[in-house]
């Protein structure tokens, strides 16, 4: 809170883990089954992945080098005037709690389905929301720092893989591109959502002290985060069969469920458990830009509208008659996230046209 | 602070409310933990099943409670067994799911393993065994060694050194054995025999039916090249020798090396083995003494074990199975689909040449 005064709050470090953290959500754990049209092929699509958005981050970050003190919203408004900049901001609001309800929903439904069968996930996702919240009170800095915390939190999980690693055949790793350029694009299209959260530096941008550094900062945090995804998936191509992959939903899950400790017998429900911590900065970063999305709108920064986004949030994930429609909608909100990733370069050629515009007028 | 606190009540309302469900959850005590479910064939439709529930002590003068139950699906068998017990069954708990020799050539096996893959709430540790005869016999019968039955038939299939020669096939080992197009699946084969319960053999199936077994031994040598690091001890008959009769291996410890010459219509595999081990017991005319003896003795073994891979592999061939996965060295260098009927013809024109490099750490403290 006594941050409030000051803009420049992100130092090296919690741009490091806002990046990394945001990154890792439910995605993850069905990384594998996602990307199994290509088989055993799919173990190297990570760190593709990995190049393909260090090479988006320049654009963002060159955009926000060029309008130091502006997030996005504000970027928008500048570049295409007040209302229109307003109509994008308003459905840059809409996907961002539609990315939220998608992320806490299928979440709590995972949990639903591991750890607490045949109980209602309400109380869950109240519990879920307000605990979003109280970390996003603090600012864009205490979300950084509960990224910090819950990377050292989860590490512990990589040790899960171990026993994968043990009873998994490396073999599986060969050939190593084995498959058809179809299977290829639908491996992208549907695992591509598995890196989504870096593009929210655009937001933060303006928060962070050393702007200049900001581009190889956040290439550290997000090859660390792709390091993550792709030992999940490398493990799961050795460990699994091209059908397990096809047909297990979960394949991360199913592998913690091999672990086995003397006095803990399944490490799945553990690791779905201590995934929460993930899950919570995720969900907190898009909170947050939602609400400063609500603050551009209304050009008055509110704290009361963190808890129209929650409400919003909850009326989605809960909303009795619409599970078919819902669910078209979590899963395709993803394509827009793709747009968002391209939407900088776009933004980066108008912001080269218009200046020499306005030199003409003056 | 004052946020804080609406906050916290806020939190403690959700907690309490958490806690005061109206549709309250069952205890402990009203379940019945299923620790093994068997199965034998009853006809076409129908299957009988069978589930052993260990007993808290002190309870039921019986320690392992079990009913039998004739049904057509799994989870409609479950159900039916409920009403049996006076308590609710749940399989959170499942360790051991047997099936009989009968059931598991009639490729019954793999759609209930599925059923149990799907379901959360079983642990992937759960152990598939095959048993000789009818399964719920196993399971009613009274163990006068091991009263435990449950944790019997528990520990028993718990991977341990000296039963290694066993693949200790989980519901995961099943599933990926199953699905995958190289492997075939191998099962441990359980008989009663007399007041006790033996691992006689391994099961092969091919594709979703056993079609037959191999013994212990030769088991172990398919683990050896499967990779396994430390086999259970081994003990060797030589046949056709005058000098050696009998001798016994102990703290084995394998290491193969095998290389495929990428091309698929012509076959080819080294296989390399190092092995070794402490040998303990030997009966035969040498004397062990004399470093060259101990050096011919050592070639005999390699003779003998390269004999014996070779049998198995024959047989294996024969069979157009590859449990040990040996196919696989020829899928990782294939461009496009690996089918089953790739992996029975690599099999059956494989050409192999098997090296046993066999080295005795000692012969113990004695001379």
Redesign the interface.
Known sequence: MMDDNKLKVLNRYHVVFLIQNVIIGTTVLSLPHRLSSMGYSQWWMPLLFGVVANLLLIPMIWLGLKYRNDTLFVIHEKLFGKWAGKTINAILLIYFIVVLSAVSSSFLQLIQ??AL?D??IT?PL??LL?MTI?IVHGGIKSIARFCIMSFFMTLGLLYFLNWGIA?G?I??T??IF?FTAKQFFTASKKGLMAIGGFELISFYFPYIINQKKALKHASFGLWLSILFIFFFTFVSVMF?????LKNVLYPVL?LF??G?LSYL??LDVLGITMWVFLILSTTAAYLWAAKKGIDSIRSSPKKTHLYFVAVFVFILVKFPYMEAFQRILFERVFYLMYALFLWPILLCLIHMIKPKKNEGLE | MKKLILLFFIVGITLTAGCTETGQRTSVEELSLVSSIGFDLVNDKEMRMTVGIPQPAGESPELTESYSVNTEMVSEGLVKLSSKTDKMIVINQLRTLLFSEEFAKNGKVTEIIEHFYRNPTVGNKVRIVIVKDKVEDVLKADYPENQHMDAYLNELFEPKLHTSFSPFTSIHDYMNTQTDPVYHTMVPYLEKKEGSLEVTKVALFDSEKLVDTISTEQSLLIQALVGLKKLSPIDIKFKDNETDKHLFLEQIESDVNIKGNKNIDFPKLNIDLKIRAVLVEYKGNRDLSKVDEYEKLEKEINKHLEREIKEILEKLQKLELDPAGLSEYFRMQHKGKWTEDLTKKVIASLDYKVKVEMKVLNTGTLR
């Open positions: 389905v591991v069968v109980r209602e109380a109240i519990i307000l109280y009873d055949d073999r599986h060969m050939p084995n699994f069969s091209e059908w397990q199913n469920k091999e086995q017998e399944r």
